[in-house]
T-cell receptor
Framework: GAGVSQSPRYKVTKRGQDVALRCDPI?????LYWYRQALGQGPEFLTY????????KSGLPNDRFSAERPEGSISTLTIQRTEQRDSAMYRC?????????????FGSGTRLTVV | GENVEQHPSTLSVQEGDSAVIKCTYS??????FPWYKQELGKRPQLIID?????GEKKDQRIAVTLNKTAKHFSLHITETQPEDSAVYFC??????????FGGGTRLMVKP
């Protein structure tokens, strides 16, 4: 696609429910990144992929968070048993050649609210 | 892990004045330093970046300087305009292929 697409734009869920956030990167981009951005703060790294391989998941807060990119294109970030502290904007970004120096293109994000 | 400190957290300037935002980083292996601009309700967008083999880079009214010895880099905006009002984030790549972001600076340009 022309840009990085994320869905849904907004998600309100009850505490304890599982949620799946989707990211469709720019076509042909090798790397896909997931970040979390709290209100008024900078994006915080969660995990990233080159093609379908998860390269680094050191930023995932705990084992309730997981991500996959099975065919090297669309990625899903799943949060199990959501908690109120999971409420944030979740942003996906992609870059062309698998190098951060290519620059990130961010998506519009999914605003998750856990009630 | 890597730590990127950014200041000030808010900056208010008069239209036409200059604005300077500073960042420090901790990992000496960092070699790429981008700056992102995020307007209210929108996604962060890359506005300028600098690599470690360069001390300064300029693009029209925006410039970035890097001091690797002191581990700090700065964004300079000259002749500020109201449309420059936004939150600005610095970042570095530390030793990996991901970015660590600073906490952001809210720049307000008063007409």
């Amino acid at each position: 696609g022309a840009g990085v697409s994320q869905s849904p734009r907004y998600k309100v869920t009850k505490r304890g429910q599982d949620v799946a956030l989707r990211c469709d990167p720019i076509s042909g981009h090798v790397s896909l990144y997931w970040y979390r951005q709290a209100l008024g703060q900078g994006p915080e790294f969660l995990t990233y992929f080159n093609y379908e391989a998860q390269q680094d998941k050191s930023g995932l807060p705990n084992d309730r968070f997981s991500a996959e990119r099975p065919e090297g294109s669309i990625s899903t970030l799943t949060i199990q048993r959501t908690e109120q502290r999971d409420s944030a904007m979740y942003r996906c970004a992609s870059s062309l050649r698998g190098q951060v120096r290519d620059g990130y293109t961010f998506g519009s994000g999914t605003r998750l609210t856990v009630v | 892990g890597e730590n990127v400190e950014q200041h000030p957290s808010t900056l208010s300037v008069q239209e036409g004045d200059s604005a300077v935002i500073k960042c420090t980083y901790s990992d000496s292996a960092s070699n790429y330093f981008p700056w992102y601009k995020q307007e209210l309700g929108k996604r962060p967008q890359l506005i300028i970046d600098i690599r470690s083999n360069v001390g300064e880079k300029k693009d029209q009214r925006i410039a970035v300087t890097l001091n690797k010895t002191a581990k700090h880099f700065s964004l300079h905006i000259t002749e500020t305009q109201p449309e420059d009002s936004a939150v600005y984030f610095c970042a570095d790549n530390n030793a990996g292929n991901m970015l660590t972001f600073g906490g952001g600076t809210r720049l307000m340009v008063k007409p």
